[in-house]
């Protein structure tokens, strides 16, 4: 007997809803729009006139501004700014997680009140408080306290630039952001792992530096690459605090040529790319943190595709078989 | 010869008087034993009788409140100095923890390790072997529980009497003085239990000090020197387990072994 498919009406059309409504939006991206100017020629003594039309979102002036050097410089320091004070949310992350989880209550309370003050304030508000810290220290020295003895002196205001600033603020931020995300990892693993490691004469510093961050990692990685892709749109929050990165950059352009949506729609462009290359990264992160908790590990995307092409083809090449169910008489 | 027997005669583990309670529980109240060195001594009872907690006593993954716990002639725990009870740093603890292994109800192999990776690990960090010496070690302990072929795999890869073995192994790597097994077949399905019996008869026959909490009752007929029946935190009997098992006098033991066997 011949089979029927069943007939997926209700996919077709949403289907032909998606395209519409993509169809939509490719066309208003690369419309074209009347200046209000017009340009006119003489051609062999003719003389024509035509309205000037430019690109709606100005691609001319993003294309132009795209790989010049001072959204260039932006885009390295953004980056910069990225790692540094991922690294720095990192490490004080981890540590602070550690410590929260430690027997001692003096450190697991010290741990706690710092996620609860730099998690309860906002890191706009801490990135200028960092910037105008020479306000009320002129000068930072490291000695004991309440007694007249100093080991270091330094000047705030020439410690405090404004990109030290920013990589400051934006690092103890996130370190009360990533102790979360640690604490959660270093929960997940299994109390017995703990047990076996002591067992065999682990010291604590051991056991968790060899068995417990490296399992908790694979619950660390996916919030902390999310983590990775946040703080890299937050560093353009220390435009505000004149450190040129990519945003102020644009910002210092726009200023100075009123442009302003092309030059946002560049730096918009810029921070897009470096979030894909971060997913990227994520994705062969998680891959390689997940080896022993899977059987077999994920593919990778192009391995996926090939299987998917390789899907395709086949369907295409053998000729569906016709269906047939033999009836028992 | 004479210094010999004198370091024979002293127990690898003796109880005195061990008590151990948690949050108003008592768990151990007062419970004697002794472990000769190459004996095999199986612990059996109820559940929350008190079995596991003595053993994890033994290797101080638990304090013991009350009683003292020796360990080849030392306090668990304590130093005994001019006349006091000193506490041992955690640095001792570890190395002292080094020198007994552990085998786990689940295993508790290291998850994101290969096999080879779990049986060297300890060696290379803890005693301070050359990985290539214990990579060698390592080898020849799989081969011995007869897993050499599966050292690249991962434990998630292995069934539940292959991570057993690879655990005994891990164990086994860090050449202990004394070994406890904790319910090492209760996570088992039945059909693999006698794979990791048998790597532990023959631990047993090579003259291993074991202390096994169990309830495979056939295993500690046949390889136990000394079985101890626990119940509430108490030793209700104890003794050669063709005896005790056989023809117990507890009331106790009558009732817990006619649900067992």
């Known amino acids: 007997m011949k089979v029927v498919p069943v007939r997926h009406t209700g996919r077709w059309i949403a289907g032909a809803v998606m395209v519409v409504i993509v169809a939509m939006l490719v066309h208003t991206l690369f419309s074209k729009v009347a200046t209000g100017q017009t340009s006119c020629h003489t051609v062999s003594g003719v003389r024509s006139c035509h309205p000037v039309v430019n690109w709606r979102f100005s691609w001319n002036i993003v294309f132009h501004y795209f790989t010049s050097s001072e959204i260039l410089h932006g885009l390295v320091l953004t980056i910069e700014l990225t790692i540094l004070a991922m690294l720095i949310g990192i490490v004080l992350g981890i540590t602070i997680a550690i410590m929260r989880l430690s027997p001692n209550r003096l450190l697991s309370s010290t741990a706690w009140s710092y996620t609860w003050f730099f998690r309860g304030t906002p890191v706009y508000v801490q990135l200028l408080f960092w910037f105008n810290i020479s306000a009320i220290y002129q000068s930072l020295s490291i000695g004991i306290p309440f007694l007249h003895v100093t080991f270091l002196h330094i000047d705030a205001v020439s410690l405090f630039t404004p990109f030290r600033a920013a990589l400051i603020g934006l690092g103890l931020n996130e370190g009360a952001y990533m102790s979360e995300i640690a604490r959660s990892g270093l929960i997940a693993v299994d109390e017995g792992q703990f047990e076996a490691a002591s067992s065999l004469g682990m010291t604590r510093g051991q056991t968790l530096r060899l068995v417990v961050l490296p399992q908790a990692m694979r619950v660390i990685i996916p919030p902390t690459g999310n983590e990775v892709i946040s703080m890299l749109k937050t560093t353009s929050l220390a435009s505000a605090i004149s450190v040129v990165e990519v945003l102020g950059a644009a910002q210092n352009i726009y200023a100075a040529n009123y442009e302003v949506m092309p030059l946002l729609i560049t730096a918009s462009i810029w921070y897009l790319i470096i979030t894909t290359v971060l997913s990227i990264g994520q994705f062969y992160l998680e891959r390689h943190f997940a080896r022993g908790a899977q059987r077999t590990p994920p593919p990778t995307p192009i391995a996926r595709l090939r299987t998917d092409v390789k899907g395709i083809v086949a369907k295409f090449r053998t000729p569906r078989p016709a269906m047939t169910r033999e009836v028992v008489a | ?261």
């Not at chain 2, 005790?244 to 067992?260: D, G, I, N, Q, Y």
């Open chain 2, 1 to 261: 010869m004479s210094a010999e027997s004198a370091v024979g005669a002293v127990p690898m583990v003796e109880a005195r008087a061990v008590c151990k309670h948690y949050a108003g529980v008592e768990v151990l109240k007062g419970v004697d034993l002794v472990v000769n060195r190459g004996e095999v001594t199986c612990l059996i009872g109820p559940s929350g009788s008190g079995k596991s907690t003595l053993l994890r006593c033994i290797n101080h993954l638990e304090k013991h409140d009350a009683g003292e716990l020796l360990v080849d002639g030392q306090l668990v725990g304590y130093e005994a100095r001019d006349g006091k009870l000193y506490e041992r740093s955690d640095k001792q603890i570890c190395v002292e923890r080094s020198r007994i292994g552990m085998v786990f109800q689940r295993f508790n192999l290291f998850q994101h390790l290969t096999v080879l990776d779990n049986v060297t690990i300890g060696q290379v960090k803890v005693k301070n072997v050359s990985p290539d010496a214990a990579v060698t070690r390592a080898r020849e302990l799989l081969a011995r529980v007869g897993l050499d072929a599966k050292e690249k795999n991962y434990p998630s890869q292995l069934s539940g009497g292959q991570q057993q073995r690879v655990a005994i192994a891990r164990a086994l790597a860090m050449e202990p003085k004394l070994m406890l097994f904790d319910e090492p077949t209760s996570a088992l399905d039945p059909e693999l239990v006698g794979e990791v019996l048998d790597v532990m008869k023959d631990l047993a026959r090579s003259g291993m000090t074991m202390i096994v909490v169990t309830h495979e009752m056939g295993f500690a007929r046949e390889v136990a020197d000394t079985v101890y029946f626990l119940d509430r935190g108490i030793i209700e009997e104890s003794g050669d387990p063709r005896k005790v098992l056989t023809a117990p006098s507890s009331e106790r033991l009558k009732s817990f072994l006619s649900k067992v066997l």
